[in-house]
């Protein structure tokens, strides 16, 4: 053997050793896979037959997890090789893949591969999360992988071109949320979905959620009886839009119009002495003097406007001020049943807050003579039997996350809190507004008396049933079981993760929730962002995403999608991005919103060009605009 060959051996001895020691690492993390695999067997055996390959392949992607792979990542990427950032689908298949490359290139410890059962593997992964997101959601339209599902407002049961338009424009599924409205409505919603699918010849999804044990604030005291009466203005304070008020009889059943902008009631005796160009004086509760002019009088009421901010309150008076000598001394009404100001507790930094166990109503602070609080605001809650479960110095967080707290002290009567979290200037908390305890492992039915009711609906009516706040297996198999029980075995289930226990319990349900006919997940950013940080929330939907695919089941991207858009016309830039990088799950929810169906046309916009830009986590490499315009001659 000459020098120059001595040389080349040694230099290539090292690669060996490299490529060896790779080979060992990767086979014991197979060796882990397989291990989870067979002490998981009866969990996933126990599944129907077709979801034995999900199963398997979910236990393989949380062992294969369970190892930090970032330096074997990049060991193999620097010899160009798969580093499994994409093997979520087919978890086996991708180990075996880069272990056959490995072998391969180490020929002394060559090593046959069934390279076509791996081929398969890969193909086979994908086509699983189609099959089941077709299953459960039904077809795409529109040249899109992503389907559309749109939250009902109320007003989709009394109009059925809204819920027409909504198909029109590409809705895939129709989300109904049992914690609204009532059965009587959510029947009208599908009878006019029904209409505008014969009408479209398309076929539509109707997903119904539970509501589930949501956590709310209980009623607070009313404020008083006031309505405030504003013109618009300009930038410099000039009314450029008098009030359109209404003025109805007291009695009258007959509805205000839509141009209304406010609707007052008064006595009908003294209504009908109005007439077109009078007059109405009023000492407004400011004690300032007001008038109201007369434009024209109709069967049901009277139309007036007005042109100064005025505050009026049940009890004010009206003084008819006609025209003729007849009607020039004046007549006298009262305004009636202006409803009470809505509630609500101003809370600041370091104030406290007794959050009652029973549902009497709240009550603002208690101030002695000083005005130095004496006892503190006080709210009841919806479910008190959760108090049992939480402890001092654990977290509590109220309206979605605006007004944060920590649990001081557990009383008889509740939880004294001292709030840790809100604005500078204080935020309002109302009734019906969410409490989370993020810390505390409460113990609640996931289902209640009023679920079971409304499933029987949902199960006479719908295609998919979304549980809510899933927090564990027991949750899920309830579930189930209540489904078997109607007879309804052809709905689709789907999970919402809204809890920091539903998702560190996630893959259990995975492989509770695979018995069902076709299964989902959604995953509800509102209150798990609650839940688990604000600064985790990125982490944590991504893991959702994996560990979703892995187990080849669909998911819904939910909750504040558009959001701006949908409330006020016009989208936010972070909004856009957001929306775009919902391509990667199987369908996205819109929330109901006076601007839905112009969201709803941007976001079908948005995922149709994103679908030839992402598939998953992978980017696709389309031809891109940049490339085709730039010249770089013209430099």
Not at 14 to 22: D, G, Q, T, W
Not at 174 to 199: T, Y
Not at 392 to 411: C, S, T
Not at 597 to 624: F, G, N, S, W
């Amino acid at each position: 053997m000459n020098q120059t060959t001595t040389a080349g051996l040694s230099s290539v001895q090292p690669h060996k050793e490299a490529l060896v020691a790779l080979l060992s690492d990767l086979e014991q993390i197979r060796i882990s896979l397989l291990d989870l695999e067979m002490s998981a067997s009866e969990r996933w055996y126990a599944l129907p037959p077709s979801r034995h390959e999900s199963a398997r392949n979910l236990m393989h992607y949380i062992a294969l997890r369970r190892h930090d792979l970032r330096a074997l990542q990049l060991r193999l990427s620097r010899l160009g090789l798969s580093s499994l950032g994409r093997s979520e689908p087919h978890v086996m298949a991708s180990i075996d893949a880069v272990l056959a490359l490995l072998y391969k290139l180490s020929s002394d410890i060559w090593h046959e591969w069934k390279q076509a059962a791996i081929n398969e593997a890969f193909t086979k992964g994908r086509a699983l999360l189609q099959q089941r997101a077709l299953a459960l959601l039904g077809p795409v339209q529109n040249r899109r992988e992503v389907r559309l599902l749109v939250t009902m407002p109320r007003e989709a049961a009394r109009d059925e071109t809204l819920v027409y338009e909504f198909l029109k424009q590409g809705m895939d599924c129709m989300r109904i949320n049992c914690a609204h409205d009532s059965p009587a409505e959510w029947e009208a919603m599908i009878r006019h979905l029904r209409s505008a699918e014969a009408r479209l010849e398309k076929t539509c999804r109707i997903l119904m959620d539970l509501p589930g044990p949501k956590l709310r604030t209980g009623h607070l005291e009313p404020g008083p009886e006031v309505l405030r009466i504003h013109p618009g203005r300009d930038v410099y304070g000039h009314v450029i839009a008098p009030v359109r008020i209404w003025l109805r009889d007291e009695h009258s059943g007959y509805e205000v119009p839509d141009e209304a902008d406010v609707s007052l009631s008064v006595s009908g005796e003294w209504l009908a002495r109005l007439s077109a160009g009078d007059s109405i004086c009023l000492v407004d509760t400011a004690d300032r003097d007001r008038c109201f002019h007369v434009l024209a009088v109709e069967q049901h009421g009277a139309w007036v406007q007005c042109s100064q901010t005025t505050f009026v309150q049940s009890g004010t008076i009206l003084e008819h001020r006609g025209q003729s000598q007849e009607t020039r001394d004046g007549y006298e009404t009262e305004i009636r049943n202006i409803p009470p100001i809505e509630g609500a507790l101003l809370l600041h930094m370091g104030d406290h807050l007794l959050i009652r166990a029973d549902l009497n109503l709240g009550r603002q602070p208690k101030f002695d003579d000083d005005g130095k609080i004496v006892a503190p605001a006080e709210i009841g809650c919806t479910l008190p039997e959760v108090f049992e479960s939480v402890k001092v110095g654990e977290q509590v967080w109220l309206d979605d996350g605006k007004i944060g707290a920590v649990i001081e002290e557990k009383r008889e009567e509740g939880l004294l809190v001292r709030i840790t979290s809100a604005r500078a200037k204080g935020v309002r908390l109302r009734c019906d507004k969410g409490i989370n305890f993020p810390d505390s492992q409460l113990r609640l039915p996931a289902m209640s008396a009023l679920d079971k009711e409304y499933l029987r609906f949902v199960a006479a009516h719908a295609d998919i049933v979304a549980l809510s706040f899933a927090n564990g297996e027991e949750d899920v198999r309830e579930l189930l079981a209540e489904i078997k029980a109607l007879g309804a075995m052809h709905l689709g289930v789907v999970l919402k993760i809204e809890t920091r226990r539903g998702f560190e319990h996630l893959p259990s349900m995975l492989l509770e929730v695979m018995h069902a006919a076709s299964c989902g997940v959604m995953i509800a950013r509102g209150d798990l962002a609650v839940e688990v940080g604000y600064q985790r929330m990125a982490e944590i939907q991504e893991e959702i995403l994996w560990t979703c695919e892995a187990a080849h089941v669909p998911v819904i991207w939910a909750t504040q999608v558009l959001e701006t858009l949908v409330r006020d016309g016009i989208p936010t830039r972070a909004e856009i991005t957001d929306a775009a990088m919902a391509q990667r799950a199987e369908c996205i929810m819109l929330n109901k919103g006076p601007h839905v169906l112009k969201a709803l046309v941007y976001l079908d916009d948005i995922m149709r060009r994103m679908a030839t830009h992402q598939d998953k986590k992978r980017p696709t490499m389309r031809e891109l605009n940049l490339a085709r315009v730039f010249d770089f001659t013209a430099c």
